[in-house]
């Protein structure tokens, strides 16, 4: 596996091995040590699930409303430009977010307003990174493209989570300040906010993608699907889907840290063994996507992935066992890993060119939206209710949207020729 990341990196050319090597920083620190710690260290801070509920939909909120307008702009200014500027938020905002540890009075607003900055430019730079591969390749080199580009964020986020599960103890250990204070969280977070830096300096170090991909692109987009010829309610249910597919993902991925630590009373180690183990989950399920892809379809895939990844949600919340929660949400991010690049290459093949950061724009804001969403809710469900109640319903609504992907498909999807083609 690792011999075959090496050899796909070293094709690429500079800027994208740039953007890769960038990546793998940000899934380091912000899907790494941050997703282990965060809502550990509020926990530590003295709040329940409906404040860490309130927390995470914030940012994910900014995520998604930040998403329609970095794609409108990425397709206006261009999308390096986009990806550098979100690079500084997210900086500025992972700096800032652990130091409300010491804003007693103004906690609350320092942890939401800082989250919200992070957030933000986390989704300026998810959004214009799949135009900008989109843009830097073709054909069967693209399916390739992404699935690295998965991979090597899932096998960062790999690393960040074991390191994160294991330094708060450590530290707790070397310091005799004890696990139940912030501290221990707080260090980590902080280290790896710096993270950002260098992230920074390699993305100013790409340029925009090259104008022969580009102009070669154009040249058979009249299979493409001109933006302006389509209706209204095409766009809404492609982000219709998108919204749904993704919200057995958001539950688990929110809340999964939690229910471990305060229902199942799992130490901290044994959270970022688990979350980390789901990362390098979603580096096989990455890598298998081209060779799925080339004997099947980016269509199947993505059915299949999302369909998978609520069946294996639905022994979380039915069986309270730390090791089948950590099967669960193992396999949901192995299936994820295959799902998400297929049906981002599938919906975007959909499109000019030109509307690429658009379309990548529409399915961030989706995607966003229905993490927040099922984070806001979810604190709610969780104190009303169960975990289990929300598992459940987060593993259903990624069904319903697996359906609709299958009946998108059947009925508009073009096979020979697009129902909307420019003349």
Request: proline letters at 4%; glycine letters at 10%.
């Amino acid at each position: 596996m690792l011999g075959s990341l090496i050899s796909s990196f070293r094709s690429f050319n500079r800027s994208i091995r740039l953007f890769l090597l960038a990546s793998l920083l940000l899934g380091l620190g912000v899907d790494g040590v941050y997703a282990v710690l965060f809502n550990l260290f509020m926990l530590r801070l003295g709040y329940d699930a409906d404040f860490i509920g309130i927390v995470n939909s914030a940012g994910l909120f900014s995520f998604a409303f930040v998403g329609l307008p970095a794609g409108l702009l990425g397709s206006r200014w261009g999308s390096r430009i986009m990806l550098i500027g979100g690079l500084v938020f997210v900086l500025i905002g992972a700096i800032l977010l652990p130091f409300a540890q010491f804003a007693t009075d103004l906690q609350p607003a320092w942890l939401i307003g800082s989250y919200v900055l992070l957030m933000g430019g986390w989704s300026a730079v998810f959004v214009n990174g799949s135009p900008f591969m989109m843009s830097s390749s073709t054909g069967d080199g693209r399916n390739t493209l992404f699935s690295i580009q998965v991979a090597v964020t899932s096998m960062a986020s790999f690393a960040g989570s074991l390191i994160g599960g294991f330094l708060p103890e450590w530290i707790s250990a070397l310091s005799d300040i004890p696990i139940s204070d912030p501290t221990p969280y707080r260090y980590p977070m902080q280290i790896m906010a710096f993270l950002m830096v260098p992230a920074l300096f390699l993305m100013m170090g790409t340029s925009e993608p090259d104008s022969e991909i580009n102009r070669s692109e154009q040249k058979g987009e009249s299979r493409s699907l001109n933006l302006w010829l389509l209706p209204i309610a095409l766009i809404l249910i492609i982000a219709f889907i998108r919204m749904m597919q993704v919200s057995g993902l958001a539950t688990t991925a929110t809340f999964i840290n939690v229910y471990l630590d305060t229902e199942l009373a799992q130490p901290t180690s044994r959270i970022g063994l688990l979350t980390s183990f789901s990362r390098l989950a979603g580096v096989a399920g990455a890598l298998l996507f081209p060779i799925l892809s080339k004997k099947y379809s980016n269509i199947a895939v993505a059915i299949v992935g999302s369909l998978g990844a609520a069946l294996f949600i639905f022994p979380i919340a039915l069986i309270p066992t730390w090791w089948v929660a950590g099967l669960g949400f193992i396999m949901a991010r192995f299936l994820t890993g295959m799902r998400y690049p297929a049906f981002q290459v599938y919906i975007l093949e959909l499109f000019e060119t030109r509307y690429h950061a658009l379309m990548s724009g529409v399915m961030a804001f989706a995607a966003g939206l229905s993490f927040a969403l099922m984070a806001l809710s979810g604190g709610y469900i969780i104190t009303l209710f169960s975990f289990k109640n929300l598992f459940l319903t987060g593993a259903t609504i990624t069904i319903i949207g697996s359906l609709a992907l299958i009946l998108f498909h059947f009925f508009y999807a073009p096979s020979e020729e697009p129902k909307h083609t420019r003349e």
